[in-house]
């Protein structure tokens, strides 16, 4: 196989970024649902409706963007804008479910709409809302293993290993985002907090 173009330092701290954007990303999971629950008023459409939208655009982002990683030469230029889109998503996602709200407000002031329909309205619209972040997300995986594997008979090794680390750092931002950043941040400052490092990561890659 090809020698790798980066020093070897660069893979372990490489790893370190992806455990942080699984740790991020739950960051943005918890606080977005605690969002929508002032969307909603009810915490079991908040939850049905972040959980559709995220498995959705992990699905989506995993398939498409995994696609596209594969013809890829340079995967981690591709993962740094990745990562950058994530991160402004979490500077725009308190903005974007404000204006649902007022739209919300604004078509239950022109329309004689029923709970359950204007339920249906308010899921639809979050969901659209919520999706490309996750499409982003979900597409982070296939592009890390783009660069790490590069023989056929290392595929499962790696694939396992990225998917645990993430997943541990999944983990670890939901306990951190449940039970500290938005208890001594606040709620829309935890998003600002996790989102930061994701802008910044930028500089790393390039």
Do not use: C, K
């Amino acid at each position: 196989p090809a020698a790798s173009p980066y020093g070897h330092w660069v893979q372990p701290v490489i790893l370190l970024l992806f455990f942080l954007s699984g740790a991020t990303g739950l960051v943005y999971e918890v606080a977005w649902m605690r969002m929508l629950t002032l969307v909603f008023g009810a915490t079991s459409f908040a939850t049905a409706t972040i959980l559709s939208s995220f498995f959705t655009g992990l699905a989506i982002g995993s398939f498409a963007i995994g696609r596209l990683a594969d013809r890829s030469r340079r995967p981690l230029r591709l993962y740094a804008i990745l990562e950058i889109g994530v991160g402004a998503s979490a500077f725009l996602m308190p903005l974007a479910l404000a204006g649902l709200t007022e739209l919300y407000v604004w078509l239950s002031h022109q329309f004689a709409i029923e709970f359950y329909q204007f339920s249906l309205i308010r899921f639809v619209l979050s969901f659209l809302v919520l999706v490309p972040p996750a499409i982003l997300m979900g597409g982070t995986l296939p592009v890390m293993v783009r660069f790490f594997v590069r023989r056929q008979e290392t595929l499962g090794r790696h694939v396992g290993r990225l998917y645990g680390l993430n997943t541990l750092g999944a983990v670890v931002g939901s306990v951190a985002a449940g039970f500290f950043l938005i208890l001594f941040l606040g709620l829309y400052e935890a998003t600002y907090a996790a989102g930061a490092p994701e802008v910044l990561r930028r500089d790393f890659h390039n």
